[in-house]
């Protein structure tokens, strides 16, 4: 009798985990507009994506792809039309904050951490002829490019102008999108700019321009881009603004280990040439990372 009564209370809990579980997968989805950009820098959305870490915490995503992630997204994210923004620190950004629009900087999307100089300076080959970058001097007059108004390699610049004697003021700053600015160095239409990966190794490769040094030389630590929050989402679904965030961070743990340590890197390499606008197996071994903190 007591074997028959375990028996029966052993299925009777059998039943009612089944019955949990049941609930759980029948509960709905949470879907979350996500607006981000084709950068490597991305790669914590990516894998958190592909790898199930959003799923898991019972999120759908739904990712727009914005080529100027910054001030382009921030429109629709300031409305609500996008819970999750991918964009590079920008004066719009600043002025989104200024102005009270209630967004909020939640995570790290890329900063030029010591020896991961992801964003560099390029020189025109005129410049270097020698192939001596060490003698190498922005100059007053110098055209330089940079994606748009307002963007971090503006205040980059400011860093290599001082680093050279000389201030931003004395340099033409001009504006270029940057699958164009290798082409624009080769042909001496702009005397430097700095670059991103993996426009930087690309650009060596391809003999179009003269690595000077990355970024992290003249500004260690400089953040360039950040993962937003609209305040739609942040005061109507914490909760699932909680999960996106912790899915995000592990998914950011992968990136470091696949980079740093080499753990999983095949995997983290097929996934970002699945999402990002670098598809040359290759070209992973030769850029120099970006620096994704989880903390």
Request: charged share 25%.
């Given at each position: 009798?007591?074997?028959?009564?375990?028996a029966?209370?052993?299925?009777?809990?059998?039943?009612?985990?089944?019955?949990?579980?049941?609930?759980?997968?029948?509960?709905p989805?949470?879907?979350?507009?996500?607006?981000?950009?084709?950068?490597?820098?991305?790669?914590?959305?990516?894998?958190?994506?592909?790898?199930g870490?959003?799923?898991?915490?019972?999120?759908?995503?739904?990712?727009?792809?914005f080529?100027?992630?910054?001030?382009?997204?921030?429109?629709?994210l300031?409305?609500?039309?996008?819970?999750?923004?991918?964009?590079?620190?920008?004066?719009?950004?600043?002025?989104?904050?200024?102005?009270?629009?209630?967004?909020?900087?939640?995570?790290?999307?890329?900063?030029?951490?010591?020896?991961?100089?992801?964003?560099a300076?390029?020189a025109?080959?005129?410049h270097?002829?020698?192939?001596?970058v060490?003698?190498?001097?922005?100059?007053?007059?110098?055209?330089?490019?940079?994606?748009?108004?307002g963007?971090?390699?503006e205040?980059?610049?400011?860093?290599?102008?001082?680093?050279?004697?000389?201030s931003?003021?004395?340099?033409?700053?001009?504006?270029?999108?940057?699958?164009?600015v290798?082409?624009?160095?080769?042909?001496?239409?702009?005397?430097?700019?700095?670059?991103?990966?993996?426009?930087?190794?690309?650009?060596?490769?391809?003999?179009?321009?003269?690595?000077?040094?990355?970024d992290?030389?003249?500004?260690?630590?400089?953040?360039?881009?950040?993962?937003?929050?609209?305040?739609k989402f942040?005061?109507?679904?914490?909760?699932?603004?909680?999960?996106?965030?912790?899915?995000?961070?592990?998914?950011?743990?992968?990136?470091?280990?696949?980079?740093e340590?080499?753990?999983?890197?095949?995997?983290?390499?097929?996934?970002?040439?699945?999402?990002?606008?670098?598809?040359?197996?290759?070209?992973?071994?030769?850029?120099?990372?970006?620096?994704l903190?989880?903390?």
């Open positions: 009798m007591k074997k028959l009564l375990l029966g209370l052993v299925l009777a809990l059998t039943s009612v985990a089944g019955l949990g579980l049941s609930f759980a997968q029948d509960k989805m949470e879907k979350v507009m996500i607006g981000t950009s084709p950068a490597l820098s991305s790669a914590g959305i990516f894998i958190a994506i592909e790898k870490y959003l799923a898991e915490e019972g999120i759908e995503a739904d990712a727009t792809t080529h100027r992630s910054g001030g382009e997204l921030l429109p629709s300031i409305k609500g039309d996008l819970d999750v923004g991918a964009g590079n620190v920008s004066a719009g950004i600043y002025n989104a904050f200024n102005e009270g629009h209630g967004i909020q900087i939640v995570a790290d999307k890329g900063h030029v951490a010591k020896d991961h100089g992801y964003l300076l390029m025109a080959k005129k270097v002829p020698d192939g001596d060490s003698k190498f001097k922005l100059q007053k007059g110098f055209k330089v490019s940079q994606t748009g108004p963007v971090s390699q205040v980059a610049y400011d860093k290599w102008a001082e680093h050279y004697g000389i931003i003021d004395d340099l033409e700053i001009v504006n270029l999108p940057l699958p164009g290798g082409a624009a160095l080769d042909s001496e239409q702009i005397d430097a700019s700095i670059m991103i990966e993996p426009f930087v190794s690309r650009s060596i490769e391809q003999n179009m321009a003269v690595k000077i040094a990355g992290d030389q003249v500004y260690p630590d400089q953040q360039s881009a950040v993962i937003l929050f609209s305040p942040t005061k109507e679904r914490p909760e699932v603004a909680q999960k996106f965030a912790k899915a995000y961070v592990r998914a950011l743990r992968d990136y470091n280990d696949a980079f340590h080499g753990v999983g890197k095949e995997e983290v390499i097929k996934i970002l040439m699945k999402y990002t606008s670098v598809k040359d197996r290759p070209a992973y071994d030769r850029i120099v990372p970006a620096y903190s989880p903390d």
